[in-house]
């Protein structure tokens, strides 16, 4: 009888022991699940981190489209890219300079690109503090959100004057739909404003053709640049194409009135670093620079 009753308190201790095992278990699979679930519930249109790192990614490129870039005697400051690879996305060069790194569907173009979309998305939703109408020839706008309640054909001369802070949106297509037309159409910054804090919202597709343009292009269809120049970045969301036009890119969306024109690559050595690949140094460093490169002496030689 002893010894059955010490078999028996040996097994209510062993059945204690695994019932206590299995409790701890539970609760940290359930604080393990609970911390996934976190981590999960923040998608590609969330706001923190993927916010901050789609809006680096997409202010690297000037020139960002779903499908295909075609350039035709056109010159390029800064990266260039489609959200789709190789072979239904493309980079098409005719007689043209791009003084940045082409992107064909890479991680990188998909990054931007869905920034880019984001974005978009974001600006969509954007307030109003005036409704325009008209070409905006010889008319002057402080730092606001302006809308067109549709499309929008532009010509003559555009002010935009305010500090360096200041900020301009325009959205064109307010009410769902319409295009941006510019022809023979000019922006111009006085009072200390700066070029890449513009951004123009565009529900359609946006055509310039003989324009002097100023301002970051998110476009909800194609975007056609023919003659003349662009001081700016061109992302939209069907494909790019620009003739004959000068484009210079910017770091920054101007979402925050701190954007800054993207920096052409100086392609001698002993100027140091310049945070720039021209595409024609051997070790694709970022620098012009490379390895301690020196007049004379460049750092990238049979490398």
């Known amino acids: 009888m002893k010894n059955s009753k010490s078999g028996l308190r040996k097994l209510g ?6 019932l206590s095992s299995a409790v701890l278990l ?12 976190g981590l999960s519930s923040a998608g590609p249109g969330a706001a923190g981190p993927f916010a901050a790192k789609g809006g680096s990614h997409s202010s690297s490129f000037t020139v960002l489209a779903d499908q295909a870039v075609t350039l035709t005697d056109a010159t390029i400051t800064g990266d260039v890219g489609t959200f789709q690879a190789t072979p239904t996305g493309s980079v098409t060069q005719t007689t043209s300079t791009v003084d940045g790194t082409i992107h064909v569907g890479d991680a990188d173009a998909i990054a931007a690109f869905e920034a880019f979309v984001a974005d978009y998305d974001a600006l969509a939703n954007e307030p109003c503090d005036e409704v325009l ?15 067109f309640d549709a499309a929008a054909d532009l010509t003559g001369v555009l002010t935009l004057d305010g500090p360096s802070n200041g900020t301009w949106l325009f959205k064109i297509g307010e009410g769902g739909t319409g295009a941006l037309t510019g022809t023979s159409f000019t922006v111009v910054m006085a009072g200390g404003a700066q070029e890449c804090n513009v951004r123009w919202w565009v529900a359609e597709a946006a055509t310039l053709t003989d324009s002097d ?28 194409t620009i003739t004959d036009t000068t ?9 925050n009135g701190k954007g800054k024109d993207k920096q052409k690559c100086n392609q001698g050595v002993g100027n140091g670093p310049e945070g720039c690949d021209p595409g024609n140094s051997n070790n694709h460093k970022s620098s012009n620079d490379e390895n301690g490169g020196t007049p004379g002496n460049p750092g990238h030689k049979n490398k």
């Open 13 to 18: 201790a062993a059945f204690l022991l695994a």
């Open 26 to 37: 539970a609760a940290g699979c359930e604080r393990q699940s609970s911390n996934f679930t």
């Open 133 to 147: 109408t008209g070409t905006l020839a010889d008319v002057t706008l402080a730092p606001g959100v302006y809308c």
């Open 213 to 240: 343009f100023i301002g970051t292009i998110l476009a909800g269809a194609a975007i056609t640049l023919t003659r003349g120049t662009f001081h700016g970045n061109a992302w939209a969301q069907a494909d790019a």
């Open 247 to 255: 484009v210079v890119g910017c770091d920054s969306g101007g979402a």
